[in-house]
């Protein structure tokens, strides 16, 4: 009497990538645009991962998210990014640099972070991706993630061997620097690849620490985002009433981001042939640097002005805050 094989594979069971199916995929997202691509099982990462894991756990703890309370609601899925993909088995990452040059240079301009130049990354990464997954055209489930997904991309990027995570938090990849837009792509399937961490090159250097305006950092990799530009104008709703009037003077002109902690690292210094990889287009006009058109223009102008730019995130009366304080910082103390 036949009997059914004591080994047949579950249901849901994937068969791994093969190596020369992993190099397509690779060479098929750096065909649509990312010059750093990188992969790294789940099952292979476990341990090395929960070190990243636990140290952001730690971070949410010390309160540092500040009033970002969806990061807290998020913990539970960003350590397991199978709460994430259900099917996931390893994580892809992808990165693409981002102009490292600010424009413009005069100091008593208006200043934005220099990623929000160009297209709005939450979209378009998506969509670049979209169209290297299908040219691949190997048979998978997948989901896209950017920062607006409950994964710890940076943490993965460094385990794939993509770049190192600084003193800033940031990741730093030797040749490109930090000014970096970063992916994550959950696959259903294995690649075989575990943790290929590259060594943390920072070695002595404490230029992001030292060069912080307000102070933001408690220490090597510990950021304080209350007391951070970016934070406090991007995500930071109402008013400042915690930050004190010698915190609001050392914001400077910043009224959307803040690059100090990338301007004074050393691995930003050095042009690239691909700084002009993230393309520059209409949409740099939400960046208006004129103090006069930037007073008087109301909501509805406002919004339509960032309506397809990642500025949409800051609000009107959130913008109208930064920009008062802007503004004042022009003035001597």
């Known amino acids: 009497m036949p009997t059914e094989k004591a080994n047949k594979e579950p249901v849901d069971y994937t068969p791994p990538l093969s190596p020369l199916e ?67 088995k390893s994580v892809v990452v992808c990165a693409i640099p981002y102009r490292r040059r600010a424009d413009p240079v005069d100091p008593a301009a208006p200043r934005y972070a220099r990623y929000l130049q160009g297209p709005d990354y939450h979209k378009r990464l998506p969509e670049m991706l979209e169209g290297a997954l299908a040219a691949w055209g ?54 075989g690849l575990g943790p290929s961490p590259l060594p943390n090159y920072c070695g002595n250097c404490t230029a992001c620490l030292d060069g912080c305006p307000t102070s933001a950092f408690a220490g090597a990799g510990a950021l304080d985002s209350r007391k951070c530009i970016s934070y406090l104008t991007l995500e930071k709703r109402g008013e400042w009433s915690t930050v004190d009037e010698t915190a609001k003077r050392k914001m400077g002109t910043w009224i959307a981001g803040c690059d100090v902690c990338q301007e004074v690292c050393p691995y930003n210094l050095k042009p690239s042939r691909l700084d002009e ?41 959130e913008m109208r805050r930064n920009l008062e304080n802007a503004k004042r910082n022009l003035s001597p103390t």
């Open 277 to 317: 990889t993230w393309p520059a287009d209409a949409r740099d006009s939400a960046l208006v640097v004129e103090w006069e058109k930037l007073a008087g223009e109301d909501e509805a102008a406002y919004r339509e002005r960032v309506r397809v730019s990642a500025l949409s995130r800051v609000k009107f009366p």
């Open 22 to 88: 992993t190099a397509s995929l690779f060479e098929a997202i750096r065909e649509a645009g990312f010059p750093l691509v990188g992969a790294v099982d789940l099952a292979l990462a476990r341990d090395a991962f929960r070190t990243h894991g636990d140290r952001y756990a730690a971070w949410i703890e010390r309160g540092f998210h500040g009033e970002m309370a969806y990061l807290e609601r998020g913990l539970e899925r960003r350590l397991d990014p199978t709460l994430v993909l259900p099917a996931a």
């Open 138 to 191: 190997a048979s998978a489930k997948w989901k896209i993630c950017v920062d607006t997904s409950a994964v710890l991309e940076r943490s993965w990027a460094a385990l794939a061997g993509l770049g190192w995570i600084g003193k800033n938090t940031l990741l730093i990849n030797p040749k490109l620097g930090s000014y970096l837009f970063l992916a994550t792509i959950l696959l259903d399937r294995e690649t």
